[in-house]
């Protein structure tokens, strides 16, 4: 018997006709695995991101509080827009509720002078009903201070420059 090739688009003898090619299922679940990893990445930085933004830019109510013995006093506090308001002679215990202060407010304060003898004074200030800061004191005049953070942040703007 003599060795001849096959002819031409057929296998060599002895070996099986092949079956039709496989197709690789793999690169279609890693792919389908990277779109929901990279969806799922994407939606959580966005909550994360808004979670961070709404208690950035949230809004506190600052209750400015003063009590004591005092019948005859004055008592100044930040107003919203930064500057200072004022009550002469106000009854005690006294409060006030400020929100929305403008955003280069970055400090709130209340101040009450007693101009009784012997009178005792005490400050307060809470943020959302929690309380900040307190101060007391007592004497021939006496003088309480309360500060507290507004909640805005330092906003520096620079000028841009041309290019």
Same mark, same amino acid.
């Given at each position: 018997? @003599? +060795? @001849?090739p096959p002819p031409p688009g057929y296998p060599p003898y002895g070996y099986p006709p092949q079956g039709p090619k496989k197709r690789?299922?793999?690169p279609w679940v890693l792919a389908v695995s990277v779109i929901l990893v990279g969806v799922l990445v994407l939606v959580g930085a966005n909550l994360y991101n808004r979670d961070n933004w709404q208690r950035a830019h949230r809004v506190p109510t600052l209750t400015y509080q003063v009590e004591g013995t005092a019948t005859a006093l004055s008592i100044s506090y930040t107003? &919203?827009?930064?500057?200072?308001?004022?009550? /002469? +002679? &106000?009854?005690? &215990?006294?409060?006030?509720?400020?929100t929305k202060f403008g955003r280069n407010v970055l400090?709130? /304060?209340v101040w009450a002078t007693s101009f009784d003898s012997g009178a005792?004074?005490?400050?307060r200030i809470l943020s959302d009903g929690k309380k900040v800061t307190e101060q007391t004191s007592s004497g021939a005049v006496a003088s309480v201070n309360c500060v507290a953070d507004t909640g805005n942040k330092l906003q520096i703007e620079v000028p841009r420059t041309r290019r």
């Amino acid at each position: 018997m @003599y +060795n @001849y090739p096959p002819p031409p688009g057929y296998p060599p003898y002895g070996y099986p006709p092949q079956g039709p090619k496989k197709r690789l299922w793999w690169p279609w679940v890693l792919a389908v695995s990277v779109i929901l990893v990279g969806v799922l990445v994407l939606v959580g930085a966005n909550l994360y991101n808004r979670d961070n933004w709404q208690r950035a830019h949230r809004v506190p109510t600052l209750t400015y509080q003063v009590e004591g013995t005092a019948t005859a006093l004055s008592i100044s506090y930040t107003v &919203p827009d930064g500057s200072d308001g004022e009550d /002469r +002679n &106000p009854t005690l &215990p006294w409060s006030k509720d400020v929100t929305k202060f403008g955003r280069n407010v970055l400090i709130a /304060r209340v101040w009450a002078t007693s101009f009784d003898s012997g009178a005792t004074l005490t400050c307060r200030i809470l943020s959302d009903g929690k309380k900040v800061t307190e101060q007391t004191s007592s004497g021939a005049v006496a003088s309480v201070n309360c500060v507290a953070d507004t909640g805005n942040k330092l906003q520096i703007e620079v000028p841009r420059t041309r290019r």
